[in-house]
T-cell receptor, first 115, second 115 residues
Framework: KNQVEQSPQSLIILEGKNCTLQ??????????LRWYKQDTGRGPVSLTIMTFSENTKSNGRYTATLDADTKQSSLHITASQLSDSASYICVVIPLSGGSQGNLIFGKGTKLSVKP | EPEVTQTPSHQVTQMGQEVILRCVPI?????FYWYRQILGQKVEFLVS????????KSEIFDDQFSVERPDGSNFTLKIRSTKLEDSAMYFC?????????????FGPGTRLTVL
């Protein structure tokens, strides 16, 4: 069964510190892997999109890595800010004829950045 | 910057009633999607829509659900006879094309509460 598991479930860090969020998936074959940021009560916003052949992708202070052999991805946040407090969701898109109808979502890591 | 909008932001209804959730996708996008997120759970795919027909749907999207593009701008999700377990956040998303690497843009969501 296609699954995406994330750890930790929640994380509290101090402003200015770095953190790394983990994602393990069993989706195979897959087309691409995405990290989304979801503020409370809002829709997810895309941070990074990586195809299976990419190892790393950056977007400002966010850097995502992908190891397709071990089926693991991570999202590293540098110099955290209070506005980084949100849920971070790992999403895997199965390779299904090139379409992207069925995104497989992880449950997310709830990050709290404290002053 | 163009964005996906959804109305209403919160809908309260009695069990057994019909509800229609509305979405206005980004204007030049051709593919539309509905997702739901039960409180504390992961986001789940419901249905994708292209060229006035459903292109993919999940097991959740049973006969109680229907989607429609009634005009050139709106995309609706109808639940015919709501159940308590339909209480969730419903997110609409759109993408320019339907390829697996195309980014989906999510709306802010409609919180549906079934009493």
């Amino acid at each position: 069964k296609n699954q995406v598991e994330q750890s930790p479930q929640s994380l509290i860090i101090l402003e200015g510190k770095n953190c790394t969020l983990q994602c393990n998936y069993t989706v195979s074959p897959f087309s691409n892997l995405r990290w989304y940021k979801q503020d409370t009560g809002r829709g997810p916003v895309s941070l990074t999109i990586m195809t299976f052949s990419e190892n790393t992708k950056s977007n400002g202070r966010y850097t995502a890595t992908l190891d397709a052999d071990t089926k693991q991805s991570s999202l590293h946040i540098t110099a955290s800010q209070l506005s980084d407090s949100a849920s971070y969701i790992c999403v895997v898109i199965p390779l299904s004829g090139g379409s992207q109808g069925n995104l497989i979502f992880g449950k997310g890591t709830k990050l709290s950045v404290k002053p | 910057e163009p964005e996906v909008t959804q109305t209403p932001s919160h809908q309260v209804t009695q069990m057994g009633q019909e509800v229609i959730l509305r979405c206005v996708p980004i204007s030049n996008h051709l593919y539309f999607y509905w997702y739901r997120q039960i409180l504390g759970q992961k986001v789940e795919f419901l249905v994708s829509f292209y060229n006035n027909e459903i292109s993919e749907k999940s097991e959740i999207f049973d006969d109680q659900f229907s989607v429609e593009r009634p005009d050139g701008s709106n995309f609706t999700l109808k639940i015919r006879s709501t159940k308590l377990e339909d209480s969730a956040m419903y997110f609409c998303a759109s993408s320019e094309l339907g390829r697996s690497y195309n980014e989906q843009f999510f709306g802010p969501g409609t919180r549906l509460t079934v009493l």
